[in-house]
């Protein structure tokens, strides 16, 4: 088991940009989550996937921002026409589902710098 | 909506001190509660859990007492050490699965 991993781990862009990020979760798990953290602030919820369906999405900061998962496996993040407010730390996190106490596991993180 | 309110910090203790960061939340239903601790430069890891009142979650020598009828769960550790340092969330799940955060407690314990 290596954990949920996340790519890159760290991303500086101009703003106006688009840019994508890559969370491979635990293979066992088909919850998947993403969640933006911000200077001294607590994770912030934004979408979750129960295998491939999106089923919360309602949290995404803009429609700038998507999400995909197309075959139950890993996941992917785009922010397009990046703003330098979009500067954060991108978590991954991934569960069994299933019931249960919904127990989720994090990954390292992608921190997005835009200049 | 769900909330989770902690204690602010920055908390700064010297070694073998007692710690608590208390923790408040407000959910409808029987949420999940949990706490999450980042050490400097690492993700985020579980540290421990509870899923229904009286519930006590233990790990690593920290405990938290789910306490329904205050809605609390704050942490505790008799003893901390200078590996203790760290900045800690509490954290609770509801029937959306969503984890909802606390903005977090930064805790520096001193040799």
């Known amino acids: 088991d290596t954990g949920v991993s996340q790519n890159p781990r760290h991303k500086i862009t101009k703003r106006g940009q688009n840019v994508t990020f890559r969370c491979d979760p635990i293979s066992e798990h088909n919850r998947l989550y993403w969640y933006r953290q911000t200077l001294g602030q607590g994770p912030e919820f934004l979408t979750y996937?129960?295998?491939?369906?999106?089923?919360?999405k309602s949290r995404l900061l803009s429609d700038r921002f998507s999400a995909e998962r197309p075959k139950g496996s890993f996941s992917t993040l785009e922010i397009q026409r990046t703003e330098q407010g979009d500067s954060a730390m991108y978590l991954c996190?991934?569960?069994?589902?299933?019931?249960?106490?919904?127990?989720?596991?994090f990954g390292p993180g992608t921190r997005l710098t835009v200049l | 909506g769900d909330s989770v309110t902690q204690m602010e910090g920055p908390v700064t203790l010297s070694e073998e001190a007692f710690l608590t960061i208390n923790c408040t939340y407000t959910a409808t239903g029987y949420p999940s509660l949990f706490w999450y601790v980042q050490y400097p430069g690492e993700g985020l890891q579980l540290l421990l859990k509870a899923t229904k009142a009286d519930d006590k979650g233990s790990n690593k020598g920290f405990e938290a007492t789910y306490r329904k009828e205050t809605t609390s769960f704050h942490l505790e550790k008799g003893s901390v050490q200078v590996s203790d340092s760290a900045v800690y969330f509490c954290?609770?799940?509801?029937?959306?699965?969503?984890?909802?955060f606390g903005a977090g407690t930064t805790v520096t314990v001193r040799a």
């Open positions: 996190a991934s569960s069994l589902g299933a019931g249960g106490i919904n127990e989720q596991f």
């Open positions: 954290a609770l799940s509801g029937g959306d699965y969503k984890l909802s």
């Open positions: 996937f129960q295998n491939e369906a999106q089923l919360e």
